[in-house]
């Protein structure tokens, strides 16, 4: 079963894993015979072990790098914090008219709130009764045959919706 890697070379997936144990020289005897027979006869397996080679001795030829001292990690952070925030500035810079507007609208709306509310204290109304009240009438009424008279009762109550049936 091969695999297509991320260098376009195909390698099979067994052969690949053992490809860095050979290299540092850790399979021995029967593995390693049989992995460099496999290498012989795969294309795919052979540009692999190749390009890995290749990158092994490049990096046993490079020199290590000296140590960047301690300020290294002070100036990375503090690039890292001006191009934050050169980003929030940006952002900031997008929403500035919008946020503008929100507290043109709070206020606006704040001073309508307090004029109404001075309006309705300095006119002082008073407040109207929301129940309704029932006065009995004095003399007849045009529209009912009886006079009208107040129920002192329940029963009198009921008997007078049975009659207007």
């Known amino acids: ?96 008219p919008f946020v503008s507007f929100g507290w043109r609208f709070a206020a606006t709306a704040t001073l309508a709130l307090m004029a109404l509310v001075s309006y309705n204290v300095a006119w002082n109304h008073p407040a109207q009764p929301k129940v309704a009240a029932v006065r009995p009438t004095e003399g007849l009424d045009l529209l009912a045959p009886e006079p009208v008279r107040v129920s002192t009762t329940g029963d009198e109550v009921l008997m007078m919706f049975d009659g207007q049936r």
């Not at 297509?4 to 860095?20: D, I, K, P, V, W």
């Open 1 to 96: 079963m091969a695999t297509q890697s991320e260098f376009g070379h195909s390698a099979c997936r067994n052969y690949e894993a053992r490809l860095e144990d050979y290299l540092h020289g850790e399979l021995r005897g029967a593995d390693a015979q049989s992995v460099i027979e496999h290498w012989q006869s795969c294309p795919g397996c052979r540009a692999r072990f190749e390009d890995a080679a290749l990158s092994l001795r490049l990096l046993r030829a490079a020199e290590p790098s000296s140590d960047p001292g301690p300020g290294f990690a002070r100036g990375v952070m503090a690039r890292i914090r001006t191009a934050e925030n050169e980003k929030l500035a940006v952002r900031a810079n997008f929403w500035q």
